[in-house]
DNA sequence: CATTGCAAGGAAAACCTTTTCCATAGCTCG
DNA sequence: CGAGCTATGGAAAAGGTTTTCCTTGCAATG
């Protein structure tokens, strides 16, 4: 209507539109418990309606101490796995009301530390972490008073609450399967082992190859970035060896696919010469030629559920122990059991290996 | 040290401590070129440090109506092209010291409202739209006094100060590839029409149709989400048509690497059986099997510049005409000539088509 | 009639900064 | 010696809310 005023209306330019105190207007606003007269309310309310008035968020947080923000780091929100936690986490925030600010680490423990100073700066009234950080012990002192306010998705190395998921039983279940359908040579690609999640899935490989009695062959535990290129080098790595793997297991799916390009270029295929499983199975999984077998990481729930907890946390209940999401092996083609491999079987069968 | 104050220590404090006004303080603090006392200013350092006094962000911000925030609407931040243009947004915005607060639609008309909601509750210095939006001509209304500082990825019906790429030209830009490859049947899956990123698109393959004399054949536009799962039924859709099309351009890549799925379960294979084409350019482009064929997008660049071009307006600087940015065809495998279509092509050769 | 209680409303403090304006003291200059 | 300048410092307003603590009428109760 006419001209936009420059500045917005306040409080005050209600109040005297509707002939009040500042008060009434702000008992009318926030529907107080004490009584304001049906008419004047009425008056208020359409003041309010006639100037667009909004409350100044700021002013508010300023008085109140609560921004209705929380401040989530994440490693890489262009990798599809955070990418459906913070949607989690946004959803679950929705609810209640609250604003989600993210911050991109890249894996850098600098960006870390210097988003963790813009949150605090921005007043969010409490944090999650995604994906841990190894090595990084020093941030509960960069918590502060905000330490009690903090939710882990995964392990921080410090013990705050958290929303946990069995990364080490994951890769068990991964390796039992492959062995199972048959593999025993089976090599592990890691991503970067800044992140307690690489740890924990790399930690559990090697505890699945010792359970199952298979021996650490050198050369088949790679260790790169979460990206389709690290994965692409370290399938050629894997595939210069001397003796190549028959099954390979990959910390996360991005990783995977990347490999799966070194393995067409030199004419191989999936499952005939390899099996490979994946890890976080993102949608993209059941539509790749051919299907791939990856362990199913609840994202999404792991999102909402941290950021249930920092809730009850805000609200000031004590934190209760962490909390564990089941992971679930998602079996498609890729760990199809090859006719030629179905042969080695056979004759495995007849050897005493475990 | 030792016990962590509830409240951390404000302006007051610190001056109290180093026996001088808060004033005093607030001018060591911005290093004001009012002058202040070299001891003076050696105990207020001190007291601060002391206290680990940092200032409140929200008081400072609701004096200067800064909030050094800048609002970004995303209609799917887990969607690649999306999540590539806010890293661009986030590094510039990082560089001047703002921070970037994002606002996922998931393409809903009344989450792109509350997102907007929301945004200008948080008082953000400033909006960025990505993606358009079609036939939501509202916006201008919602943005009130911020249309001033609102800065558009794409178009928006409203003419706002823009960062563009032309997507008419794009396409046809994949159609001439096509055609000069000697595909002549060319079909086109696009995605929800409710972004002009996607109306732009479509209009430009219609139109690349007519500029190479290609007619439209029923059934050869289908219409989807931009998803793997919407990719693979239009897919489904083209393979059941009495005659399926040679080469099909697909809105982005994720319905093409879709539609892959639905080819290769056919037993067809690409390029041999068709051509495709994709746009985005998203990383996987390069590591798929076959290497796909796809319109590259400075998707970065557009967030960056998007940004910066914000932050001009925000200086006060009057906006320019929108900004173009190029697209490029990025050829790969799948779009290889065929044997068999370079024989159909022989053929058509004589025919005076175009 | 005096007292109590309630409905309705307002004044002012508090939240934490920045900024404008003023104060003091010591100097310099004409 | 007074005017004006510089170096240094502080008081107070402003920014927009919420909340605590009054105040004023009026009706009900004894």
Redesign the interface.
Known sequence: MGV?????ATILDVARLARCSITTVSRVLNNSSHKVNEETRKRVLEAIRAL?Y?P????K??LS?R?M?IGAVVPD??N?YY??V??GI?DAADQEGY????Q?TDRLSDRLKRGIH?L????VDGFIFTGGLHGMEGIGELL??LKERTVVIGRLGEDLPSVQVDNEQASILAVEHLVQKGYRRIAYVSGALCSTTMVDRLEGFRNALKKFNLQEVPGYIQEGKQ??QSG?EAMRQLLSLPETPEAILFANDQML??A??AI?EEGLRVPKDFAVIGFDNV??CS???PTITSIEIPKYELGQAATRLLFSLIRGETPHAPLWFPVQLIERESTAESKLQSVDRQKRKRLPTY
Chains 1, 2 share one sequence.
Do not use: H
């Open positions: 936009l005023s420059k500045n917005s667009d909004r100044n968020a700021l002013a947080s300023l101490k921004t923000t929100i262009s599809p990418a459906e913070v949607r946004q604003t989600v600010l993210i991109n813009i605090r700066e921005k007043n502060c008073e990206t389709l692409y696919f990347g799966m390009k067409s949608p993209l539509y790749f030629d």
